[in-house]
């Protein structure tokens, strides 16, 4: 049997229970919570950040409600998603979208191991040496590949000879932010510092695509991207954001100049945000008012995005009543999130924006 959609982060009553935490109304969050674990909380191979115990222990984590038994079975759903990767690397495989994904992957575990209070765990560690093993190579076909190469397919269509993956929310974007993050509150593992390196540098050359094909990476002359939607899991803005962490972490200036120049091109391209048509976090207003926000709060220069922020806030309150969905990633509870702007309770976390 199917676990029960309300254990999903991004559309149950789990996600709808992060903004009532948000606004301090845990009675409504205790029975979303409830509703939630009504028909178990799985912990199988669909387990991740975005279901499950996992999505389970970030809620209560927002609402400083440290589970045991809950982190207990996150920690052996982490270790058994490691030893696949490992498997996988052993057997020189490429990987799959799902292995190192912040949706479903180890990238958003990480995240979620991240977000717990006191010393870093000794997992998350392994989590992130595993993020850096993907800057090494990968071979696949007699040709030398970046090692997040990934024989999925990104969407329904098939792509000849595989991809890279961009976005955040299942490309190499999430493993960047995720490292930077880490390496900002001083959790380092050997090679980090490389590898963010060598993910914001891919970022800069092909960020502006949402994933990448072999026919792209073996091109004489680089391509042109078309104007492309600059949501928070795919597009620019979100690849603006990872590459300012990426920058800040690295303590580059040049680099986080580049990154916020990114971000305002977006914002003030009529082309792209044309492309913009709904008010969700995951690839609506929603999600650039957030990123945006965080964009400007780490800029030395704010103020270059009070306009953007302003317009895209206007958007945002006037797409909200048009959403079907009541849900987190897709629906009116993540919008509203971001249209009020509190961030008390770290929720943006699941988004690896802050």
């Known amino acids: 049997m199917s676990a029960p959609s309300t254990q999903a982060l991004a559309v149950g009553g789990l996600g709808r229970a992060l903004l009532h935490i948000e606004r301090g109304n845990l009675s409504v969050a205790r029975l979303l919570l409830a509703e939630a674990v009504a028909g178990g909380v799985s912990t199988g191979s669909n387990a991740s950040l975005f279901h499950g115990a996992p999505a389970l222990e970030f809620v209560l984590g927002r609402a400083g409600h440290a589970d045991q038994t809950v982190r207990a079975a996150v920690d052996r759903v982490v270790a058994a998603r490691l030893a696949a990767a490992r498997r996988r690397r052993e057997a020189a495989r490429l990987p799959t979208l799902a292995e190192f994904d912040l949706i479903r992957g180890l990238t958003g575990l990480g995240a979620l191991l991240l977000a717990r209070e006191g010393s870093p765990p000794l997992l998350l560690h392994e989590v992130l040496a595993h993020l850096v093993a993907l800057a090494c190579p990968a071979e696949a076909d007699a040709r030398v590949l970046p090692g997040w190469w990934s024989p999925d397919s990104p969407g329904h269509q098939e792509i000849a000879g595989g991809h890279a993956n961009n976005g955040v929310a299942h490309g190499i974007a999430g493993p960047l932010a995720l490292l930077s993050l880490a390496a900002r509150r001083g959790v380092l593992v050997e090679g980090q510092v490389e590898a963010i390196d060598a993910f914001a540098t891919w970022l800069e050359e092909f960020g502006a695509f949402y994933w990448t094909t072999l026919d792209q990476l073996l091109a004489d002359e680089p391509q042109q991207a078309p104007p492309l939607r600059p949501s928070w899991c795919y597009g620019d803005l979100g690849i603006a954001r990872t590459l300012q962490l990426a920058a800040l972490a690295l303590g580059d200036d040049a680099r986080r100049q580049k990154a916020e120049d990114v971000a305002i091109a977006a914002l003030t391209d009529p082309a792209r945000l044309s492309r913009v048509t709904v008010a969700s976090l995951c690839h609506g207003w929603a999600g650039l008012l957030t990123v945006t926000t965080a964009i400007a709060a780490d800029s ?46 770290g929720w943006t976390r699941a988004l690896l924006i802050h």
């Open 300 to 345: 030395p220069i704010p103020g270059r995005f009070a306009e953007p922020i302003w317009q895209t806030r206007q958007r945002l309150a006037a797409g909200i009543p048009a959403l079907p969905k009541p849900g987190f990633l897709e629906g009116r509870a993540g919008a509203v999130l971001a249209l009020e702007g509190s961030n008390m309770t």
